[in-house]
């Protein structure tokens, strides 16, 4: 039941993006597999804090998906693993190193943040935007000549958490209104939101095509050019108010991004 309560899918799916741009960036063998032990154990903690502080909410939304919600595990239970996960984070992260481990704590503390209380406020896109781009400086600082990542690099990584804000969201906005969780995205509404998605990702990409020096390559273009063909042609295309298309298309522009920072991994720093 706690395997699927920690939001498992995402959690691998981010560690294995950062463990792969790790690698990407020179850190070995070793240094990639602190950072990928880090960061699952601090996506574990902010997934079960999820569950553990929605633990009403879903109940009364009838979140089926969620053992918290149908009664199978005991929101303590999330809340007791989410502390324990948190606490293996903190000598995992700081195996990097003080400023790489400190980089990757602040971000999985913006998860939290998020969780317990900016979820409900305006403010909401801001802890993804700090957690997913704290990423690529928890990868940097931990080099053998620690360096801040390069702008682009942060930006895209920022960018890709507000995109995963509102792709997280889109499915769930009249749930979530009707339980008084009032985050930017569901004050914008669905129709904004739709749109938003995939154009979020979108500047992701463009930043990682037009941020590094030098001139842009083939694949950067082609990469490019099919991000921007599949983000309108996600939104765009006629379909119903929970079209499960924006959220593809997002999903499909958002892994070319990610596809991108590996390839200029070497200069990220």
């Not at 960036?25 to 999820?50: D, E, I, K």
């Not at 995939?198 to 990409?205: E, N």
């Not at 958002?254 to 990220?268: E, K």
């Amino acid at each position: 039941m706690l395997l699927r309560s920690c939001h498992l899918e995402p959690a691998v799916a981010v560690t294995l993006f950062v463990t792969a741009l790790a690698a990407a960036a020179g850190r070995g063998a070793a240094g990639s597999a602190a950072v990928a032990a880090a960061v699952l154990a601090g996506q574990l903690s902010v997934g079960w804090c999820n569950d553990a502080a929605d633990a009403q909410r879903d109940t009364a939304c009838g979140r089926g998906d969620k053992p918290v919600a149908t009664g199978e595990l005991p929101p303590l239970a999330a809340a007791v693993a989410a502390g324990a996960a948190l606490t293996l984070c903190v000598p995992l992260s700081l195996l990097s190193g003080l400023a790489a481990g400190a980089a990757h704590l602040g971000g999985v503390a913006a998860g939290w943040v998020y969780n317990l209380r900016w979820k409900h406020t305006v403010l909401s896109p801001l802890p993804y935007a700090a957690g997913f781009g704290s990423l690529p400086a928890f990868v940097t600082l931990g080099l053998p000549s620690p360096s801040w990542p390069a702008w682009w690099a942060l930006t895209a990584g920022g960018l890709l958490g507000v995109g995963a804000h509102l792709v997280n969201v889109l499915p769930d906005i009249e749930d979530d209104l009707e339980t008084g969780v009032r985050g930017l995205p569901q004050r914008l509404g669905r129709p904004a939101c739709r749109w938003l998605a995939p154009f979020v990702m979108l500047a992701a990409v463009g930043a990682v095509v037009a941020g590094p020096p030098g001139a842009v390559r083939i694949p950067d273009w082609v990469l490019a050019v099919s991000a921007g063909a599949v983000a309108v042609a996600g939104t765009a295309l006629p379909t119903g108010p929970r079209s499960r298309w924006p959220f593809r298309a997002a999903i499909v522009v958002a892994g070319m991004a990610v596809t991108l920072l590996l390839l200029r991994g070497p200069q990220m720093a």
